[in-house]
Structures are given as structure tokens and as C-alpha cells.
RNA sequence: GCCCCCAUAGCUUAAUGGAUAAAGCCCCAGCCUUCUAAGCUGGUAAUCGAGGUUCGAUUCCUCGUGGGGGCACCA
């Protein structure tokens, strides 16, 4: 993209100069500012201050100096200084229209990175046991993983999306005891499953359920509570390329394979009957803080065993990055699994983990429980009906991870209209009736040599595009989408004041019609392929 | 007890260690005979507390306060 081409010119060019001045020794980079809202310019460059001292300079001098040295780049019109010694780059017109006529043509193409990406990503997320329907914060996780696979996608970065079913484990007699207590009017056990759901399952029986056992019962739960997952997210607008069903490493006793490869690379011990597995002695950057056991004293594998065959088969499927996305409640187990991919010998880097807060319901002021076993827990699919998925997935994707998220009930119900979602989209919808009034009058089309300036209004929103690879970017750097979501609320805060002070079509001046409507379809295309990364829709009419 | 996350405007949230801390909602005052007023213009309003590092801290470090989560031969 073009900011990439004149930075790094720029980059170079004052690198040359400066590394000569400072008598052959390295200079540090100077650093891309964020796009600067509230100055007079399209980019700015700031250096950290260590570097002025070999050049025996002042900041500011030197800024003045790098300046008057970018006068004549390629594609910088004029640059300026300013305290405390920041290099202020205006770009010239030509280089904003061409990166606009980028996104008029294809955003796709102009996001995506030149330099190929050899390795091969998978995100694992929601993950959610099969034992009961998703709950909200699901939705968070949910959110977040498409999102971000999208992203990486649109940048060229070969990404999949898988989803871990724990279809096997002591949860599964669990839940095909509590179905059949359902079936037979009873309570189930109380360490049981309790919610409504299963009293509607049990309604659903077949006949010849009377002499099933419980794992038959389980069976049918699980195949059920597996079809309305795969139900919710894709009316969620989440698409996995494979559900990973746990019961096919057991099938095949993956953690047999992964058990004995870590024997023989010395990582495992046997203590008191059990097999243990030195995590705490691995040299992570967060340590574990006790060993802990793969195989029980009774010869059964742990969960922790066969999640490490799990995260093992991923490698063995040719994946070069793996990142999981958990909730908080489960940040403890970051250390171990870490541990483990170490002792397996992977690149501890190529495994991340991103831990999302936990979703915080409120209901009428008042906080809502939710526990899976006491039932009462607001469902995925209850939010999406009240709120819809645009307004769901925007909201979800717009925090950060790390921040916990305050889902008032109530004001999502009521005043949904008033959601942040709706000003992006009003956007992509304003500008689609200026397309439909523009229909067989005017054509869109970058300026004429000699076209007078740019508005201001015109020329704030032609340097915004130029930041929309770059934010994508900043979403894959950081692992969260929130920056692209931010981008777009600024994006669409630029376009409203725009379509209230410039007029696009206007029968006596066509060229400038013409441009401008120009410039809209680059805001539309830009704002619909964004909305679309979050998996939110761009409506043609509000 | 130990570990992790969070604390910014009345509310929900932004801000690679940088410039005047940015939006939306709420509230107040204006703006529709012209491309959609789900919009625009103006106004009120914020970095939990105390130290430290730095030319510069919302950001990094220490301590404290408040909230959430986690510390199984459970999954």
C-alpha cells in the first residue's frame, strides 16, 4: 500500500543521511507516528530522543533538518517540523488519489501484503463443551477468532479456524445420566446438568430410548448440543473450517504417541502410581508453578495429556502458529500448555494464547448468574434474537481482550437503534443513495490534472483510507480486531461531516461530481470490506 | 496465602512511551424545500491514590485501594 512505499522511501532516505553524520553508527529507526488527528498533516515521523545525542542536535533541529531534507521525496508534497521533534509529512494530492483509486478498484487488494507469509496460522476458539447451549460469553470468543481469522486472511496470511469438541471425558456420563433422569421425570444428579434444556431433549427422545444406556443418551445429547453450536455460529456469521472432535484422538489413543515421544525427550517422571510431566522445569517466560500429571494412578490420561496430543496433531497437520482463544477463567493453564509445547520441542513463540475477560451480564441493574449446572445463564442464541448479529459482533470486537465487558441486557434490548454499529453502517447507506441518485448522471472518476484542491473535509477522509491497511496490521500485531473497529466509528466520523458540507452531485459542476463520488466509493468499499472482517453487514438502505 | 486481568467524562469504551487524552450514549442550544436528520454544528464533563524511571507516563516499575477470575490424579 502507498503509505508503505513513501514511509519506507522516507525511512531510508533520512537513515542515509543521518548514519553519515553520526560517523557510521547505526541509527535508530525513526519511528511512524499514529496518524495525527489534530495536526496539519498525513504522517508523521518521530525519532526517540537517544538518537539525536551522537548527532550532538536538538530534537527539534534535527527534526527541521530531516524536513527540509524530505522536500523533494517522491509523493511528499511539504513537511514541517514541530516540537518536541516531530517530522510532519504532508503527502501530495496525487499520492492520496492514487492510494483512494486502491480502494476504489478493490480493497482486497490493496490490503493484502506483498511479501508472502510462508507459515500457516490456526486460531482455535469457543470450543465450548457439548453439554449444554452456548452462553454470551462464547460470543466474545467467538467474535474475536473470526474476526482476526478474517483479517489475517485479507492480509495474505494463510489462516484457518477450528473448533475443539469435548465430546469424551467424564462430563459425558454426566450428561447422559442427567438426560436420562430427565427422561424418567426425575431430578438429575446434583452434580448433574440442570438446565431446561435437557427436559426439552428429553421430549425428543425417540421411542426406543426406554433401554438405552447412558452413554446412548449422551450420544444423542451431544449430537444435538453439537448441531445447535454449529446452528448458533453460523447465525453468529462464524465459520469454522473444521470441528475437531476430541473422541477421534481417543479413538485413535493419540496420547499414547505424545506420551511416549515425551519420555524419551526425559520430560516426564512417575510419582506416587501417576505419570507426571516436569512442566515447572521448562524454561518459559511464564513458569509453571507445579508439575503436573499425565496419566492417573488407574492408568487413565488426564485432560491435560490429551489436550497436548491435541495442540501435537495441529503441529503434525502442518500448522506453523497455533493461537487459542480462552476465557479468563482458564488463564491458569497457560503456563502448562506452554510448557508442554516447549517440551515438545516447538518454537514456545509459535504457540499463543489470548485470554479474553469474561463477559459481564447485567439485567435491571442487577448482576446474572451464570452457571451452567443451576441453568439460569443468558444463552447466545437469547442475545442474538434480542440484538441481532451486526450489533453483537460489533460490540464484541470493538473491546479489547483484556478488558472485561459490561453487556447491559437492557440497553441492548431497548436502544439498540443508538448503537455505535448503526453510524458505520449509516455510512455504506448514505453513500449507496448517492450512487442510486448518481444512476445514468454521473460517473465516478479521479480528478482531472489541474482539479482544484481538495475541501478539507475531502482531503481528512482521502489520508484516513490511507491508514486502513495499516490498521488491519496494528489487528494482527496485537491480536485483536478493536483497532479495526475504532478505525471504522473515526472513518465514518469523517465521512458525516463531509456529506453535510460537500455536496456530492451537483448538475453544474460534473468533474467534481465526478470525484467526488469518487472518493465515496472508496469510503463505501473501504467501510463495507471493514464491517465485513468484523462480520458485520453493510445495508444498502436504513 | 499465591498468580492473572481490569480501573479514563454521569454511562459504555479508545489512545506502538509523545503533540490540545479520542468517540458514542445521556444532558443543554441550534440545523431538514436540495444526494437518507440512524446525520451535522456548538456546549458541559475524565486518566482510582502515593511514590519511582524518563526530556516526556493513561501507557513502564513498586506499594496501596476497589472489582473480576484462577490456583485438582475436573474437563
Not at 459482533?393 to 439498540?416: C, E, G, M, Q, Y
Request: charged share 25%; net charge neutral; glycine share 6%.
Amino acid at each position: 500500500m502507498i503509505t508503505d512505499n513513501v514511509r519506507h522511501q522516507v525511512q531510508e532516505r533520512l537513515n542515509r543521511e543521518y548514519s553519515a553524520q553520526a560517523g557510521g553508527q547505526a541509527m535508530p529507526q525513526p519511528q511512524l507516528a499514529p496518524a495525527p488527528a489534530h495536526v496539519e498533516a498525513d504522517m508523521a515521523l518521530s525519532w526517540p530522543l537517544a538518537a539525536c545525542k551522537p548527532l550532538k542536535k536538538n530534537p527539534l533541529a534535527l527534526a527541521e533538518e530531516a524536513a527540509a531534507l524530505l522536500a523533494g521525496a517522491d509523493g511528499v508534497s511539504a513537511a514541517g517540523a514541530s516540537k518536541p521533534g516531530f517530522i510532519n509529512i504532508t503527502l501530495s494530492d496525487k499520492t492520496l488519489w492514487d492510494n483512494l483509486d486502491a480502494c476504489a478498484k478493490s480493497p482486497a487488494e490493496a490490503v493484502r501484503q506483498q511479501e508472502k507469509f510462508s507459515g500457516k496460522l490456526l486460531f482455535e476458539f469457543v470450543s465450548a463443551n457439548p453439554t449444554g447451549p452456548l452462553h454470551v460469553a462464547s460470543g466474545r470468543g467467538a467474535s474475536l477468532g473470526d474476526s482476526l481469522v478474517r483479517i489475517h486472511n485479507a492480509l495474505g496470511i494463510a489462516t484457518d479456524a477450528e473448533y475443539y469438541v469435548n465430546d469424551a471425558g467424564a462430563q459425558t456420563q454426566l450428561l447422559g445420566a442427567s438426560l436420562k433422569a430427565r427422561a424418567a421425570g426425575q431430578e438429575p444428579p446434583e452434580n448433574g446438568y440442570h438446565g431446561d434444556y435437557l427436559k426439552d431433549l428429553a421430549a425428543q427422545l425417540p421411542p426406543e430410548h426406554a433401554g438405552w444406556s447412558e452413554l446412548q443418551y449422551a450420544a444423542f445429547a451431544m449430537d444435538r448440543m453439537l448441531a445447535s453450536h454449529k446452528e448458533d455460529m453460523k447465525s453468529f456469521r462464524v465459520e469454522f473450517k473444521t470441528w475437531f472432535r476430541e473422541s477421534e484422538l481417543h479413538k485413535r489413543q493419540a496420547w499414547k504417541s505424545t506420551l511416549e515421544r515425551m519420555k524419551g525427550l526425559g520430560k516426564v517422571y512417575e510419582k506416587e502410581g501417576a505419570v507426571w510431566f516436569g512442566s515447572s522445569a521448562e524454561d518459559t517466560e511464564e513458569k509453571d508453578d507445579k508439575d503436573r500429571v499425565l496419566v492417573r494412578s488407574d492408568g487413565r490420561p488426564t485432560y491435560f495429556l490429551n489436550d497436548i496430543a491435541y495442540h501435537d496433531d495441529k503441529y503434525a497437520r502442518g500448522y506453523t502458529g497455533l493461537i487459542d482463544i480462552w476465557g479468563a477463567d482458564h488463564h491458569g493453564y497457560v503456563p502448562r500448555m506452554k510448557a508442554a509445547v516447549a517440551a515438545l520441542g516447538k518454537d514456545p513463540d509459535s504457540f499463543r494464547v489470548i485470554i479474553h475477560q469474561l463477559v459481564l451480564l447485567n439485567k435491571a441493574g442487577q448482576a446474572v448468574k451464570m452457571s451452567k449446572r443451576a441453568g439460569e445463564f443468558i444463552t447466545l442464541r437469547e442475545l442474538l434474537e434480542d440484538v441481532g448479529p451486526d450489533a453483537c459482533r460489533f460490540f464484541f470486537a470493538a473491546r479489547t481482550p483484556n478488558s472485561h465487558l459490561n453487556f447491559d441486557i437492557d440497553l441492548a434490548k431497548k436502544k439498540t437503534q443508538e448503537n455505535p454499529v448503526y453510524y458505520v453502517q449509516y455510512v455504506h447507506a448514505r453513500i449507496c443513495s448517492i450512487f442510486r441518485s448518481a444512476q445514468g448522471q454521473f460517473t465516478p472518476a479521479p480528478p482531472k490534472p489541474g482539479a482544484p484542491k481538495p475541501e478539507k473535509q475531502e482531503r481528512l477522509l482521502l489520508s484516513k483510507l490511507l491508514w486502513y491497511q495499516e490498521t488491519l496490521k496494528t489487528c494482527a500485531r496485537d491480536l485483536s480486531p478493536h483497532h479495526l473497529a475504532a478505525y471504522l466509528l473515526e472513518l465514518a466520523g469523517l465521512f458525516h461531516p463531509f456529506y453535510d458540507s460537500c455536496r456530492v452531485l451537483d448538475q453544474s459542476q460534473p468533474e467534481l461530481s465526478a470525484s467526488r463520488l469518487y472518493l465515496c466509493q472508496g469510503v463505501r468499499n473501504v467501510i463495507a470490506h471493514g464491517l465485513d472482517l468484523l462480520g458485520v453487514t453493510a445495508p444498502e438502505q436504513m
